[in-house]
């Protein structure tokens, strides 16, 4: 399983996503989410998730395994500084270790990856031929994409088909663009899969 989860983030580290118009933050700044039992409650962007019991949060130890990067990073008083230095980071994974349906939630400094006035087409386009060269691996979007609310904020959402070694499966992007950074939400959902897309967004609040 921990094989599959790597394999499926391949395409989550090559991507930059989609982008819509910019968000206020409030009184809230930029912090880690916290995982208190089943549930994810993330203030900064405003929701909660609470993942079935047979769901497993990853530690913050495999988070940094699988994006290759020190544990470091993901203490609360150096997580907003890390991702200003970096790219993009990861705050949260979760894995329905049956049936390799899982979640990832993280953010990416737009400011250092692309530009804070990227369009929604762009960022498709640019996702869209990235995924192009991916070995054993082939990514079909979808020709329109819409909008759904998750807790506060309403994101972009763009589901579209894998086929990676021979799996098939769904993917799921909920994108949200605030301040100079992008938070995302990416849904992995195998063919044969007991849970449904609706099934996953009925997991925030």
Avoid at 127 to 133: G, S
């Amino acid at each position: 399983m921990k094989k599959l989860l790597a394999m499926l983030l391949v395409i989550a580290a090559l991507t930059s996503f989609m982008a819509c118009d910019l968000l206020p933050f409030g009184k809230e700044k930029l912090s880690r989410g916290a995982i208190d039992g089943n549930a994810y409650v993330n203030e900064y962007v405003g929701f909660t998730f609470t993942k079935p019991s047979s769901w497993v949060y990853a530690t913050d130890e495999e988070i940094a395994e699988t994006m290759n990067i020190g544990i470091e990073q993901f203490a609360d008083e150096d997580f907003k500084k890390a991702l200003d230095a970096s790219g993009s980071l990861y705050d949260m994974m979760a894995v329905d270790k049956s049936t390799g349906a899982n979640i990832s939630f993280g953010y990416e400094n737009l400011a250092r990856t692309l530009s804070t006035r990227i369009t929604i087409e762009e960022y498709v386009d640019a996702l869209e031929e990235q995924t192009k060269n991916l070995s054993g691996m082939t990514v079909t979007f979808p020709d329109e994409y819409d909008t759904v609310t998750l807790g506060e904020k309403d994101y972009t959402r763009v589901i579209c088909s894998v086929t990676a070694n021979g799996i098939k499966m769904q993917q799921i992007y909920y994108i949200v663009k605030v301040d100079k950074y992008m938070a995302f939400a990416i849904v992995t959902i195998p063919n044969g899969s007991k849970y449904t897309v609706s099934d996953i967004e009925n997991m925030f609040s």
